[in-house]
């Protein structure tokens, strides 16, 4: 099955400062990998997706971008602020079987 | 924006016991799943339902769990005698029937068996 590998664990940087986390997968047949926010006592929340059709999406200051070859995808958070901190998870996934296989999540801390 | 609810939003319950977490899925949604996130852990897939018939599960979801959809709205995890480490937050999800899989989650159900 799937396997997503996903890092750092930890991740804190100085507010306008970006942060990138960054995931590999295993399976060529994952073609649909999104990105997740998880605020504390809360369910994980779509911030971008990216389909394997595309190298790159972007929006606002979330960037993500994906190597098929290579079997990894980054998520780029520019301008970081502390309201963008969180638990952030990347999943794959074949948009055929439709369940996501999740990493292991980053925990950003954006300090002021 | 329709969300996904989840009820109850936190249970306790003596081991051994059954326990339903209820969800209500997006109402135009075709796909439903259930994941769970042990606490600080990562979140995991338990199953997944569509045509009202489990499409697929994980190594997890063993003969103790159960899915239903009873009326068309509502869908629901059964534990059926729970143990000390099914304490996990349950996530409820679901997506359209296109193929753009995006999967919508709920807020969750924080189940602690003790």
């Known amino acids: 099955g799937e396997n997503v590998e996903q890092h750092p664990s930890t991740l804190s940087v100085q507010e306008g400062d970006s942060a990138v986390i960054k995931c590999t997968y295993s399976d060529s047949a994952s073609n649909y990998f999104p990105w997740y926010k998880q605020e504390l006592g809360k369910g994980p929340q779509l911030i971008i997706d990216i389909r394997s059709n595309v190298g790159e999406k972007k929006d606002q200051r979330i960037a993500v971008t994906l190597n098929k070859t290579a079997k990894h995808f980054s998520l780029h958070i520019t301008e970081t602020q502390p309201e963008d901190s969180a638990v952030y998870f990347c999943a794959a996934s074949n948009m055929n079987a439709g369940k996501s296989t999740f990493g292991d999540g980053t925990t950003l801390t954006v300090k002021p | 924006e329709p969300e996904v609810t989840q009820t109850p939003s936190h249970q306790v319950t003596q081991m051994g016991q059954e326990v339903i977490l209820r969800c209500v899925p997006i109402?135009?949604?075709?796909?439903f799943y259930w994941y769970r996130q042990i606490l600080g852990q990562k979140v995991e897939f338990l199953v997944s339902?569509?045509?009202?018939?489990?499409?697929?599960k994980s190594e997890i979801f063993d003969d103790q769990f159960s899915v239903e959809r009873p009326d068309g709205s509502n869908f629901t995890l059964k534990i059926r005698s729970t143990k000390l480490e099914d304490s996990a937050m349950y996530f409820c999800?679901?997506?359209?029937?296109?193929?753009?899989?995006?999967?919508?989650f709920g807020e969750g159900s924080w189940l602690t068996v003790v």
């Open positions: 109402s135009n949604h075709l796909y």
């Open positions: 339902f569509y045509n009202n018939e489990i499409s697929e």
């Open positions: 999800a679901s997506r359209t029937g296109s193929p753009g899989n995006t999967i919508y």
